[in-house]
């Protein structure tokens, strides 16, 4: 009697049939090192849309199927506050098609606050920031760690939307997954636990949270300053060494919630679903007095997570 072993191959992932020849290229949006982001119109429908086109030159064929996986995964995140990607496909280069932000991004918004000599009202940071949180927190419900969370990510519309964008370093984990240790991301916003070796989880992204917040309210970085130095930065950064938000211009309130965010101890940073709540209470209690003469009441809007 013979026994016969089947063995099964598993087949790499196959590329969309998309083409540059059904974009319009009209505006250069930006570009780096190995990539390119151009304003666009996909020809098909007229929907304006801003193309990535990055350079894998050299890659073999199942890198870039796997680069095309990896996109295909940010297609599966349906949320009203993430950039929304249409389509990839590769062809002299990886292109991703993306939703167009047509007021710019935060870093832009700051830049021009910093020129006006003017700052964010409270109001407008916590609408802000509650839209943020929103998106953070549907990231992490489908278990995507973002990792680069910065102003240049955050995506601003003229209706007032406010989008996250930018997953090309997110990681996804499994229900088995504690953590991830690969150091990616930008270091100004890279959390404690980021710089050292042993490893770092969705807690990660909310100490980006809160210097995103504290960046809003300071117009600057909570670590701005040390350009020149890295191993002086990570100390800072490892020491929670950050100077306190203006209290004569905003709330103690967003000053607790931005360091709350920012705790050295992953175990007491508020969770994304925590942030998601607290800045919503916050920006309703704002939105309730706009037009009134009263000063805002409120307690605090973020109790500390039961261990």
């Not at 598993?10 to 998309?18: D, F």
């Not at 927190?137 to 990792?147: E, G, Q, T, V, Y």
């Not at 300053?225 to 306190?244: C, F, Q, R, V, W």
Request: aromatic share 12%; hydrophobic share 35%; with cysteine.
């Amino acid at each position: 009697m013979s026994t016969t072993t089947t063995t099964t191959t598993r087949a790499e992932p196959k590329m969309p049939l998309g083409s540059s020849k059904n974009y319009e290229f009209t505006v250069l949006l930006g570009e780096g090192a190995f990539s390119e982001v151009y304003k666009a119109k996909y020809k098909p429908n007229g929907v304006v849309c801003a193309l990535k086109k990055i350079d894998i030159d050299g890659l073999e064929d199942k890198f870039k199927a796997l680069c095309i996986a990896e996109v295909k995964l940010l297609k599966a995140v349906t949320s009203p506050f993430i950039i929304k990607c249409f389509e990839a496909f590769v062809e002299d280069h990886l292109y991703i098609s993306l939703e167009y932000a047509d007021n710019g991004d935060l870093e832009g918004k700051i830049l021009q606050m910093q020129k006006r000599g003017t700052i964010f009202s409270e109001r407008t940071i916590w609408y802000y920031f509650h839209k943020i949180c929103h998106g953070i927190k549907d990231l992490h419900a489908k278990r995507i760690l973002h990792r680069d969370l910065k102003p240049a990510n955050v995506f601003m519309y003229k209706n007032g939307n406010v989008k996250i964008g930018d997953l090309g370093l997110g990681r996804m984990f499994s229900q088995n997954t504690a953590k991830a240790v690969t150091r990616v991301g930008t270091e100004y916003y890279m959390s404690p636990e980021r710089n050292a070796t042993g490893g770092y989880n969705f807690m990660s992204d909310i100490w980006s949270l809160g210097c995103l917040l504290y960046e809003m309210a300071t117009l600057r970085s909570p670590f701005n300053g040390e350009t020149k130095n890295a191993y002086s930065l990570h100390k800072k950064i490892e020491a929670g060494e950050i100077l306190p938000l203006p209290m004569n211009l905003y709330s103690k309130q967003l000053n607790y919630f931005a360091f709350q965010c920012m705790n050295v101890d992953v175990t007491d940073r508020p969770t994304a679903e925590q942030c998601f709540r607290a800045s919503r209470k916050m920006f309703d209690c704002y939105e309730a007095h706009l037009n009134m003469k009263k000063p805002v009441r409120h307690g605090y809007a973020y109790q500390k997570r039961q261990q």
